[in-house]
């Protein structure tokens, strides 16, 4: 009785065992692809910021709900996807200013800002200085 009790037990925990590792194997194939959802969105967005772009444009493309994407990029990338569009335009204003070759009007309009005074604020907020400072 005793080893047949000890043989149970031991194909018991070989069945747990290769259930867990299905279980597991299951959730890091979920992973890349979930990590893949917020880097197309990132490119998306990369590639598209100089368009009146939202949000839902974005998750619709990817075929998402808008709260789930948002929680994947968050959680790749610390930041919302506003915050990132934000960043994308920043990054690439500065460079357009830095470059001279452009007005801050110019420059407003190029990276999606039908408005130069909400893009004004929003650079001068994200860099501490106004965009007329920066530009050559």
């Known amino acids: 009785d005793n080893e047949k009790t000890e043989k149970g037990r031991a194909l ?18 979920k992973t ?13 967005i990369e590639n598209n910021y100089m368009y009146q772009l939202r949000m839902s444009d974005v998750a ?10 948002y929680r994947l990029f968050m959680d790749r990338f610390g930041i919302s996807l506003q915050q990132f569009l934000i960043k994308t335009r920043m990054e690439k204003a500065y ?17 999606g800002y039908a408005s130069v005074s909400v893009f004004s604020k929003t650079f001068s907020k994200y860099f501490g200085t106004p965009p007329s400072a920066v530009k050559k």
Do not use: Q
């Open 12 to 29: 018991v925990l070989s069945t747990l065992l290769s259930v867990l590792g299905l279980l597991r194997t299951g959730t890091e194939t």
């Open 32 to 44: 890349p692809k979930k990590i893949n959802y917020a880097e197309k969105a990132a490119t998306l």
């Open 60 to 69: 619709r493309e990817l075929h998402l709900t808008e709260k789930y994407l």
């Open 95 to 111: 460079e357009l200013l830095r470059s001279g070759e452009l007005s801050v009007t110019e420059v407003s309009c190029s990276v």
